[in-house]
């Protein structure tokens, strides 16, 4: 029992140790060295150019959410890629080469023929802004005048009085004047058109070995032999002999310097 008694003794001590520590702290906080503040506050001062750099980069992310379409509508390369898929339609070699292939080689195929138009905006429009020699804004005119001389030089007339028509606005005297608005679609109207037209003219040689082989194959009496079995290692054989990709490579380049 007096094990026991003990026992409750010695309990109920340390809980009163418990809830008196609280309190005596509480009372008496020893010493301790102060928590920096941290304050965060808006205030008026530089609101305008905290908005402007808002501003800024909203635009900047909106221009590189559109280069994709501005890759494709702007520039060579949808000439380029299309003619590229007529060669391997007309060739029937279904996935050879592969998508991968032919947009990659239409984008480098891209650069080279950009190059000289890239080359005029960075020395007219990039390198003053970056020495603060030019507003942005000016910066941006001054970037699209080598964009918009390339597109008017391979846009045709028909295309682009279209757009100016519906939006009843006379006909520019150069590219210079030439709005965007209407010169985009016209050029991408036009490059389709000339990419149609050259594919076309990669399409009949091929279409021709196709109708021999299927009249042979016919006169034979083997009708139920596919004809595009036969006719694709003859079609490759000529693409080799004459140099196909060389004449298709340098088809496009040339197109671009009329």
Known sequence: MNKIRYVLVALAAFGICLIAAPMALAADPPAADPIPGINISVGSAGGTAGASNSVTLLLLLTVLSLAPSILIMMTSFTRIVIVLGFVRNSLGTQQVP?????????????????????????????????????????????AALPIKKF??????????????????????????????????????????????????????????????????????????????????????????????WYLVVKSLLLSFNT
């Open 98 to 142: 592969p998508n991968q292939v032919i947009v990659g080689l239409a984008l480098f195929l891209t650069f080279f023929v950009m190059s000289p138009t890239i080359s005029e905006i960075n020395q007219t429009a990039v390198q003053p802004y970056l020495k603060n020699e030019l507003t942005q804004t000016a910066a941006l005119q001054k």
């Open 151 to 244: 597109m008017w030089n391979h846009t045709r007339p028909k295309d682009l009085q279209l757009f100016l028509d519906y939006a009843k606005a006379p006909m520019p005297t150069g590219s210079d004047d030439a709005p965007l608005t209407a010169l985009v679609p016209a050029y991408a109207i036009s490059e389709l058109k000339t990419a149609l037209q050259m594919g076309f003219m990669i399409f009949i040689p091929f279409l021709v070995i196709d109708m021999v082989i299927s009249s042979t194959l016919m006169a034979m009496g083997m009708m139920m032999l596919p004809p595009v079995m036969i006719s694709l290692p003859f079609k490759i054989l000529l693409f080799i002999l004459v140099d196909g």
